[in-house]
């Protein structure tokens, strides 16, 4: 069976620092791996994906993630927080079959300025 | 672009009520898919359709059914809607039933059971 944690439920940056938003899987395939961000008051859209192409993966407005398989991890980073990044960020990996996906809890993102 | 529209943003019906949420993608996608959001619980699958008038139960089916009669609809029903089924209810389509396909989101219905 396939499972994502997502590491803190709440974090928080100062805009211009590192983000970083820690996502685990388990898997019993091996896993595509997706995270998808949610603005306030709206649907989820998608960032990036890991489809086995290549370990680093780049995404929209700045974001990555790097696959790595040692540690089950699919981390999501970007440079430098920018006010507009606040917002609901889900991990999410695929099932053995299917396009179905299995939802960490989500982390929300808070930007200081 | 892709589009996925939900009928309603915000919606408010009492315990007992037969509770009807429609969900209309624009792009001849295969898949589509019912979700409910918690704080501190993310996604969950209620129903999925890979075709018309095929479907089936997701993580948590119960207290809810679906119909999907045309390829671009997909309803969530909620036979007797109850406190417990206050949640936002998201809808997503996806092209291919494969594991690597992307799937989008409509914009969600904030339900409210009184």
């Known amino acids: 069976a396939q499972s994502v944690t997502q590491l803190g439920s709440h974090v928080s940056v100062s805009e211009g620092a590192l983000v970083l938003l820690r996502c685990n899987y388990s898997?019993?395939?091996?896993?595509?791996l997706f995270w998808y961000v949610q603005y306030p008051n709206q649907g989820l859209q998608l960032l990036l994906k890991?489809?086995?192409?290549?370990?680093l993966v780049k995404g929209i407005n700045g974001f990555e993630a790097e696959f790595k398989k040692s540690e089950t991890s699919f981390h999501l980073t970007k440079p430098s927080a920018h006010m507009s990044d606040a917002a609901e960020y889900f991990c999410?990996?695929?099932?053995?079959?299917?396009?179905?996906?299995?939802f960490g809890a989500g982390t929300i993102l808070r930007v200081k300025s | 672009d892709v589009k996925v529209t939900q009928s309603s943003r915000y919606l408010v019906k009492r315990t007992g009520e037969k509770v009807f949420l429609e969900c209309v993608q624009d792009?001849?996608?295969?898949?589509m898919f019912w979700y409910r959001q918690d704080p501190g619980l993310g996604l969950r699958l209620i129903y999925f359709?890979?075709?018309?008038?095929?479907?089936e139960k997701g993580d948590i089916p119960e207290g809810y059914s679906v119909s999907r009669e045309k390829k671009e609809r997909f309803s969530l029903i909620l036979e007797s809607a109850s406190t417990n089924q206050t949640s936002m209810y998201l809808c997503?389509?996806?092209?291919?039933?494969?594991?690597?396909?992307?799937?989008?989101f409509g914009p969600g219905t904030r339900l409210t059971v009184l």
């Open positions: 890991y489809t086995s192409a290549a370990t």
């Open positions: 999410a990996v695929s099932v053995e079959y299917g396009n179905k996906l299995v």
């Open positions: 898997s019993s395939v091996p896993p595509y």
């Open positions: 359709s890979y075709d018309v008038k095929m479907k």
């Open positions: 997503a389509s996806s092209l291919l039933d494969s594991r690597t396909d992307t799937q989008y």
């Open positions: 792009m001849d996608h295969e898949n």
